[in-house]
Nanobody, 115 residues
């Protein structure tokens, strides 16, 4: 079992920045890939970014060049640095971990970008 807890969401003006945190606990040594997803009201959940244990990253097209995912394996934390935020980035952001072929989710953290 893996437990994930997100934090760092909030309200920010367009053009601003936020940093999200995802703390992992439990069977962390089995985690291969961690990711951030988001879901806006009335829309499907979409991939924001992924990072492997070795630090290989991948981003959704809508956030490339603005968001950066990173991980601290010693602290078991994954970060999402979000810059140049836009109103369309408003969503609930979820942390995800894949471990032993199982997918785990956090409870989500709200990010609201005002225009």
């Amino acid at each position: 079992q893996v437990q994930l807890v997100e934090s760092g969401g909030g309200l920010v003006q367009a053009g601003g920045s936020l940093r999200l945190f995802c703390a992992a606990s439990g069977n962390i040594f089995s985690i291969n890939v961690m990711a951030w997803y988001r879901q806006a009201p009335g829309k499907q959940r979409e991939l924001v970014a992924t990072i492997t244990r070795r630090g290989i990253t991948n981003y959704g097209d809508s956030v490339k060049g603005r968001f950066t995912i990173s991980r601290d394996n010693a602290k078991n934390i994954v970060y999402l640095q979000m810059n140049s935020l836009k109103p369309e980035d408003t969503a609930v952001y979820y942390c995800n971990a894949v471990a032993d072929s199982r997918s785990y989710w956090g409870q989500g953290t709200q990010v609201t970008v005002s225009s």
